[in-house]
């Protein structure tokens, strides 16, 4: 036991931990409006095999790669290629967990303020909401603050038993939510947009958000497995639990889309709404709902516990690297790192009409996003930096670590491992470069 660093205390307790990650914001916010802009069920279709094919066998080397060295993601590269400039990739998914953090951080404060609009029974509009400046500033910070309380108890104490506790409330809410929204009137024509697919709706865009949402939801591309590995035991089989990982967070989006897309048709409602989907769609589905306003006030509880799952583990990744790397004391980075957080996140929090100029940001090209502030963060952390980091940590893990040891690495404690082991060789050097390659040079306009 290495208690220095901290380690789970029980395999089910990392997959909690780990699962709390990848499910949050990304499956119930994210997951329906990124359908609902790229045409329904083709996509779904597409992030299932993405998930399968690229993020599982992915997940399976950053886990590898976390629990041989014991490191962050900075250390763990450095371990194996003392000085290098490997290191970067690592530098870089410091920075992302930051950049993440900062919009993400926006949209559960967002979330935290609908338990009060909730219980008081006045949802009021959406779009005044997000554009108070002092209230969305205060949300923001208070989520941060929270974020930063728990992830200064540490690992076991903090993230490990709140994960626990909380998650399979989630699975029980959703489920009785799937079964009032797909008995209303006219939802039929939802649950057809969501799961009857039409493959002309795919393009090269929708297949870089695809992957894009694969990365993001699965908390992949930013060596946050590569952290949580680190505090994983030899005797854990790392196969399974990123099998149960994947699929626990699959399910999730998969029931939010359940919910959401069959209340959106039969309110006669836009799925292509963008970022606003569900905190317009949710609201209106428990106002007509008996009992409604109480049941919505404690989803929105769950979806910010949730959203703090994540959070927690966002923080998580620039706190180890400074305290690995740096020797920082771990109670007082935290605070630090989450002050600078905090001010990143400012322009993101008054990009939604409460300033002009961060609401018409864009610099990114329109064909990629939307202009205002938080889109553009989303786009550049959320998107591409975790497809490229996971392009650079693959032929890292493939190439320079090896492929061998860190088969040898996935073994350890997980000897079926053996059967599919040359078939992930091939994944790990060559499948996943290669089409993560292909999908960002698409997204540079090189195929127009
Ligand atoms: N996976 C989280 C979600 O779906 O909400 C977001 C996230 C957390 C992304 C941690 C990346 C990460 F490292």
């Known amino acids: 036991m290495q ?4 380690q789970w205390s029980s395999k089910i307790g990392f997959i909690f931990a780990a699962a709390g990650s990848a499910i949050g914001l990304g499956n119930i916010w994210r997951f329906p409006y990124v359908v609902g802009e790229n045409g329904g069920a083709a996509f779904v279709l597409l992030y299932i095999f993405f998930v399968i094919v ?18 962050n993601p900075v250390g ?3 371990a194996i290629k003392p000085g290098s400039t490997w290191k970067w990739a690592g530098y870089l998914g410091v920075l992302t967990g930051v950049g993440i953090l900062s919009f993400y951080g926006v949209i559960a404060g967002w979330t935290v303020g609908y338990i009060y609009k909730m219980a008081v029974g006045n949802p009021g509009g959406f779009n005044e909401y997000i554009s108070d400046p002092w209230l969305i500033i205060l949300l923001f910070a208070f989520f941060i603050a929270l974020t930063a309380l728990i992830v200064h108890g540490g690992v076991e104490g903090g993230i490990e038993r709140w994960s626990k506790i909380l998650m399979p409330v989630l699975l029980i809410l959703l489920i ?16 057809a947009f969501y799961l009857k697919p039409d493959f002309s709706k795919i393009t090269g865009k929708t297949i870089l958000a695809a992957l894009g949402q694969a990365f993001f939801s699965m908390s992949l591309g930013m060596g946050l497995m590569i952290t949580y590995g680190s505090y994983l035991s030899k005797k854990e089989n790392i196969i399974s639990g990123a099998i149960y990982i994947g699929m626990f967070d699959t399910l999730i ?6 919910i959401i897309f069959p209340a959106l048709f039969a309110m006669g409602e836009s799925p292509e709404a963008g970022p606003k989907l569900v905190f317009v769609i949710f609201p209106k589905l428990f106002a007509q709902m008996p009992g409604g306003l109480i049941v919505g006030a404690f989803f929105f509880i769950l979806l910010s516990v949730a959203a703090l799952t994540s959070t927690i583990s966002l923080l998580e990744v620039p706190v180890a690297f400074m305290v690995d790397e740096k020797k920082a004391n771990r109670k007082r980075i935290v605070w630090i790192v989450a002050a ?3 001010i990143i996140g400012i322009p993101s929090a008054l990009s939604q009409g409460a300033s002009d100029f961060f609401t018409n940001f864009g610099l990114i090209p329109a064909r990629l996003t939307s202009p205002d502030f938080l889109s553009q963060m989303s786009f550049v952390f959320g998107d591409f930096s975790l497809a490229f980091g996971a392009f650079i940590l693959s032929i890292f893990i493939g190439w320079v670590w090896g492929a061998n040891k860190a088969s040898d690495e996935i073994q350890t404690g997980a000897p079926g491992f053996s059967k599919i082991r040359p078939l992930w060789i091939f994944m790990i050097r060559f499948f996943i470069p290669a089409v993560v390659f292909i999908i960002l040079l698409n997204l540079f306009g090189v195929f127009d």
Do not use: C, H, V, W
Request: overall charge neutral; hydrophobic content about 45%; cysteine-free.
């Open 3 to 6: 208690t220095e660093r901290g």
């Open 54 to 71: 690229i993020g599982l066998p992915y997940m399976f080397a950053e886990l590898a790669l976390g629990r041989s060295s014991q490191r």
């Open 253 to 258: 989006a998969i029931m939010a889309g359940l």
């Open 176 to 191: 009785s939510l799937i079964i009032y929204s797909n008995t209303l009137e006219g939802s039929g024509k939802g649950l």
């Open 76 to 78: 763990a590269i450095d």
């Open 340 to 342: 600078l957080t905090f």
